[in-house]
């Protein structure tokens, strides 16, 4: 069946470093694909979006580039903030129907002053 | 601004009890969904729900059940709760009518423990 796979974490980085999360997937098809983003105390938010190769998402200086040829979709910020310590949920949604979005198991991002 | 409620932060029930736990939105939005969160397994679909009454299964149903009499109230039963039910659960909403499309906007979350 489909599924996620992301790096475990967590991740721990100094503020301005440059972060890269892994993640990758398989589908039958064609899946669109997602970055969440769950700050403490708090529920899910979509961060950005990917619907067909080759697309890159982007949002708040984050983005991910779909890449079907390698089956991954890696979160990646030049310079984070320690506002950005999070947990990021990558997930995909099958585009055969169906409404079951798939998610990894999280990589939580430490990032000190 | 956009919201989803869940009625309670945290709860602490005993094993056997029948639990309720609530969700409303504000946006008037068709589909909804209940998760549950666990370290290292990220989130799990136990239910879904497209419409009015309407209801599907996700990927781990038992011990579960959903009442959706209401569009914007979505509420997970467990019926005899157990001590595998202790987890974080999350009410989603989304007014996407495509197939597949995914969960937007997330409540956030109910602790619940199981003693």
């Known amino acids: 069946g489909d599924s996620v796979t992301q790096m475990e974490g967590p991740v721990t980085l100094s503020e301005e470093a440059f972060l890269t999360i892994n993640c990758t997937y398989t589908?039958?098809?064609?899946?669109?694909l997602f970055w969440y983003v769950q700050y403490p105390g708090e529920g899910l938010q979509l961060l950005l979006k990917?619907?067909?190769?080759?697309d890159k998402g982007s949002n708040k200086g984050f983005e991910a580039t779909y890449r079907k040829e390698t089956t991954s979709f890696h979160l990646e910020k030049g310079s984070v903030q320690v506002s950005d310590s999070a947990v990021y949920f990558c997930?995909?949604?099958?585009?055969?129907?169906?409404?079951?979005?798939?998610f990894g198991a999280g990589t939580r991002l430490f990032v000190k002053a | 601004d956009v919201k989803v409620t869940q009625s309670s932060r945290y709860l602490v029930k005993r094993t056997g009890e029948k639990v309720f736990l609530e969700c409303v939105q504000d946006?008037?939005?068709?589909?909804m969904f209940w998760y549950r969160q666990d370290p290292g397994l990220g989130l799990r679909l136990i239910y879904f729900?497209?419409?009015?009454?309407?209801?599907e299964k996700g990927d781990i149903p038992e011990g579960y059940s959903v009442s959706r009499e209401k569009k914007e109230r979505f509420s997970l039963i467990l019926e005899s709760a157990s001590t595998n039910q202790t987890s974080m659960y999350l009410c989603?909403?989304?007014?996407?009518?495509?197939?597949?499309?995914?969960?937007?906007?997330f409540g956030n979350g109910t602790r619940l423990t199981v003693t």
């Open positions: 989603a909403s989304s007014d996407q009518r495509t197939l597949g499309a995914p969960p937007l906007h």
């Open positions: 589908a039958t098809g064609y899946p669109s």
């Open positions: 990917a619907t067909k190769a080759d």
């Open positions: 997930a995909l949604s099958p585009n055969t129907g169906g409404f079951k979005t798939i």
């Open positions: 946006m008037d939005h068709e589909n």
């Open positions: 729900s497209y419409d009015v009454k309407m209801k």
